[in-house]
């Protein structure tokens, strides 16, 4: 580093706290591992998957503080600004009608269960409270299966919604990172998308209904459409 004109001669290696993680908006690995749970909820993560210089060569050395040194200056360039930071949000859904929408992503793995139920009653939340110009939804998975699970399409149909035409689709890291507000359907964050996303982050930690009974995958559907409910309330309270 002095190479490139850094004194680190005065630094000391100290470890992270618990609570400097809580306040921090991106964590950036370095290749060590640790576990998604070690980390608050709705931190965004970015894990770049260095090696270790410890035991390389000068000019290996060299070369990797060089991609480091790009790394930092392309995840600045990439963070969002203040304006659309999640402390912002419910700022931004009360200015003119002119204003980008609220981005609302509603994501788990495979798309085929939660996710769906919870996009579908946003749907209607959105055509009940007249807010198709203030929200924008997206939904998708990150490894989406094939088609709803059956006993899903099944039990949306026992209240009037139907789900036989949905298919699961893929959603795009452009989906994830420009979206205001990301829930997650209790599959955990590493699962859903290990890089990690722009907006505010939200797990609702959720029963996978895939194989449960029509009992049980009322109850989850019914949870679901609570938290979409609560959901609306929190953003239309702030249009």
């Known amino acids: 580093m ?16 618990t609570e400097e993680l809580a306040h921090c908006d991106v964590v950036a690995l370095m290749g060590c591992s640790i576990s998604i749970d070690d980390l608050p909820l709705g931190v965004v993560t970015r894990d770049w998957g260095f090696i270790e210089p410890a035991t390389s060569d000068p000019e290996t050395v060299s070369a990797l503080s060089t991609e480091i040194e790009q790394q930092v200056i392309e995840l600045i360039d990439d963070l969002p600004s203040p304006i659309n930071s999640p402390e912002h949000i419910t700022e931004s859904m009360s200015e003119s009608n002119n204003s980008e929408p609220t981005v609302v992503a ?5 798309n085929a269960g939660r996710s769906q139920m919870a996009y579908a009653f946003a749907e209607q939340e959105l055509e009940n409270r007249g807010l198709h110009d203030e929200i924008k ?29 949905r298919t699961p689709r893929e959603v795009t890291f452009e989906e994830t990172m420009q979206s205001d507000y990301v829930i997650t359907m209790g599959c955990s964050a590493q699962d859903v998308c290990p890089a990690g996303w722009a907006g505010e982050n939200r797990d609702w930690d959720l029963t996978d209904p895939d194989g449960k009974s029509s009992a049980e995958v009322a109850a989850i559907r019914d949870e679901i459409k609570s938290r979409v409910s609560a959901l609306f309330d929190e953003l239309e309270s702030g249009h």
């Open 2 to 17: 002095a190479e490139k004109g850094y004194d680190l001669s005065s630094q000391t290696p100290q470890r992270v706290t």
């Open 106 to 110: 509603l994501i788990c793995v495979q």
């Open 137 to 165: 939804l997206v939904t998708g998975g990150t490894q989406p299966a094939d088609y709803v699970h059956d006993e899903v399409v099944e039990s949306m149909s026992e209240i009037g919604i139907d789900l036989s035409d």
